[in-house]
């Protein structure tokens, strides 16, 4: 079932996301060569403490992976897609690109969000994947309006994706979100004609986040039953924002 919210709730949503907004530009701001992932995990860990919120990812139980996630951020470096797991043995180096997702519960509401940075300089060829993937959340992010349905969504990022030369992620999705962190609908990045397509209606929050790979798109998880990797080794590139349909067009939760 799609839960509409209030808007008051929204306003509830709008707190959660510009905290998760503060740490991802904080935590963007600190990535340098030489740093582990660890130190990511720890700093963000305290600025969501210092807030009063609740991480939204630490304890989060996965049937898939059979196991609930023991961290506050998902850090995913180069071929790593999603669900990275911050270590003090990951190291960064120079022209690695990472990753960096949170999310966080303020008052009983959601919000998540991911950005990827480059350690430094990275290639051109790795600042287009970025680009591109950023520009195909934008341009959904436009899509979420009333009358719309959710495949204009789906059919935007494929589209922008795919026409410069890359793939999408078929086995992670975006979805809704509000008083629970996973809601419904599902959010593909592809047009799937198995999913439902329901048409936008003001209230809904939609959790938007292009997973692209530079190479092939298919994944596997690896033997932490967490961690998502590209198949061919290629790096992958993740955006997310969480987006609310109101009748004056998108309001975008997660940033100022």
Known sequence: MIIRKSPAELE????????????????????????????????????????????????????????RYPYVLCTSVNEQIVHGMPSTRIALKKGDVISIDTGVQLDGYYGDSAITVGVGEITPSLGRLLEVTKQSLEMAIDKVREGNRLFDICATVQKHVEENGYSIVREFVGHGIGTSLHEEPQVPNYVDRNNENPRLKEGMVLAIEPMVNLGRPQSKVLSDRWTAVSQDGSVSAHFEHCVAVTKDGPWVLTRP
């Open 12 to 67: 509830k949503m709008r707190k959660s996301g510009l905290l998760v907004h503060r740490v991802l530009n904080s935590l963007a701001d600190m990535v340098t060569e030489g740093m582990t992932t660890m130190e990511l995990e720890n700093a963000a860990a305290k600025m969501i403490a210092d807030a009063g919120a609740r991480p939204a990812f630490k304890g989060y139980f996965s049937a898939a992976a059979g196991t």
